[in-house]
């Protein structure tokens, strides 16, 4: 009864203006995913990583200048660019996108409007000429297979190998740091299955050899961590992830290929998940059959009708 009396006009008032700036700042963070807090933390002296939400860029400053991995979008491009404003007399000289995808590579305005270089690999083009997007920069430069950025005391090259994640993603060799950067397509907490079981993005065709090619890039340039595109708490991973991942996905050709041969995929292009050997899967991250069914799925549909 007391609590019942307590509630005057003025109190309801206050409790109406406190649910509905509640129900805002749910709805800004469900609408605007960008809407979140962004970290920076350095890595080494020269090689920064930011983190917002789910996604993570980098950072290179150079005595010549600084390059961005991946803006990720206006927000985070403004919080780079006060950043390095205040902490740095070089300004922003290179913004390389990873890959076509646009939740990484919008915002860039801020530092195009300084004269910053944007580079893209060739197979980007589809994506990103002719304004597609007006938040998303079209870059400068589309480069073939590699692409070298000098920033004086630091060196990035950008290595492509074929289509992967998308068409176009790329791996950012990082010298002297002996640093490669993928987003995307490894995780840093070791060999796992994927995000989106679907695999909307994923190119089996030329998958494997992509993973193949970035081993040897890593072995030829005494490379032993990599960076991923994910804000996961290791922000280093071993660089045999690479081979391990390269093996999950060949265990998932090889048992599709097998299905295939043995006739245990039905019209849809599910495997008969009791027919297969669950066991070699369960050491990947995120082990979840349903999941494999779906992977596989995308698997037997690339066998059957390359697709
Ligand atoms: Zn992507």
Same mark, same amino acid.
């Given at each position: 009864?007391?609590?019942?009396?307590?509630?005057?006009?003025?109190?309801?008032?206050?409790?109406?203006?406190?649910?509905?700036?509640?129900?805002?700042?749910?709805?800004?963070?469900?609408?605007?995913?960008?809407?979140?807090?962004?970290?920076?933390?350095?890595?080494?002296?020269?090689?920064?990583?930011?983190?917002?939400?789910?996604?993570?860029?980098?950072?290179?400053?150079?005595?010549?200048?600084?390059?961005?991995?991946?803006?990720?979008?206006?927000?985070?491009?403004?919080?780079?660019?006060?950043?390095?404003?205040?902490?740095?007399?070089?300004?922003?000289?290179?913004?390389?996108?990873?890959?076509?995808?646009?939740?990484?590579?919008?915002?860039?305005?801020?530092?195009?409007?300084?004269?910053?270089?944007?580079?893209?690999?060739?197979?980007?083009?589809?994506?990103?000429?002719?304004?597609?997007?007006?938040?998303?920069?079209?870059?400068?430069?589309?480069?073939?297979?590699?692409?070298?950025?000098?920033?004086?005391?630091?060196?990035?090259? =950008?290595?492509?190998? *074929? #289509? $992967?994640?998308?068409?176009?993603?790329?791996?950012?060799?990082?010298? +002297? @740091?002996? !640093?490669?950067?993928?987003?995307?397509? =490894?995780?840093?907490? *070791? #060999? $796992?299955?994927?995000?989106?079981?679907?695999?909307?993005?994923?190119? +089996? @065709?030329? !998958?494997?050899?992509?993973?193949?090619?970035?081993?040897?890039?890593?072995?030829?340039?005494?490379?032993?961590?990599?960076?991923?595109?994910?804000?996961?708490?290791?922000?280093?991973?071993?660089?045999?992830?690479?081979?391990?991942?390269?093996?999950?996905?060949?265990?998932?050709?090889?048992?599709?290929?097998?299905?295939?041969?043995?006739?245990?995929?039905?019209?849809?292009?599910?495997?008969?998940?009791?027919?297969?050997?669950?066991?070699?899967?369960?050491?990947?991250?995120?082990?979840?059959?349903?999941?494999?069914?779906?992977?596989?799925?995308?698997?037997?549909?690339?066998?059957?009708?390359?697709?």
């Amino acid at each position: 009864m007391e609590v019942l009396l307590a509630l005057t006009p003025q109190y309801i008032n206050k409790i109406k203006h406190g649910l509905l700036a509640i129900m805002a700042f749910l709805l800004m963070s469900i609408y605007c995913p960008s809407w979140a807090e962004v970290t920076i933390e350095k890595l080494t002296e020269d090689v920064l990583v930011f983190d917002q939400g789910e996604n993570r860029g980098l950072l290179i400053i150079g005595n010549k200048g600084v390059a961005v991995i991946d803006p990720l979008n206006q927000q985070v491009a403004m919080e780079l660019n006060e950043f390095i404003t205040k902490n740095y007399k070089q300004g922003v000289t290179h913004v390389v996108y990873t890959h076509s995808h646009w939740d990484r590579i919008t915002g860039g305005e801020v530092f195009k409007k300084q004269g910053a270089k944007f580079i893209a690999n060739k197979e980007c083009r589809l994506f990103l000429s002719g304004n597609q997007n007006p938040n998303v920069v079209e870059p400068d430069v589309y480069f073939d297979r590699t692409y070298v950025i000098e920033l004086g005391n630091q060196t990035i090259e =950008l290595s492509y190998f *074929g #289509p $992967s994640h998308g068409e176009c993603l790329i791996a950012v060799q990082i010298q +002297p @740091a002996r !640093l490669l950067f993928v987003a995307d397509l =490894l995780n840093t907490k *070791g #060999p $796992s299955f994927p995000n989106d079981p679907t695999l909307p993005y994923l190119r +089996p @065709a030329t !998958l494997i050899s992509v993973l193949s090619a970035m081993e040897k890039l890593a072995e030829a340039n005494d490379i032993n961590s990599f960076i991923g595109g994910q804000s996961s708490t290791n922000i280093l991973g071993p660089i045999e992830t690479i081979s391990k991942q390269r093996e999950f996905w060949q265990l998932v050709q090889s048992t599709a290929e097998e299905a295939e041969k043995n006739g245990n995929v039905d019209l849809n292009n599910f495997i008969a998940m009791d027919k297969i050997d669950l066991e070699p899967f369960r050491k990947f991250q995120n082990y979840n059959q349903e999941d494999l069914s779906n992977i596989l799925r995308r698997y037997t549909s690339f066998l059957n009708m390359g697709r």
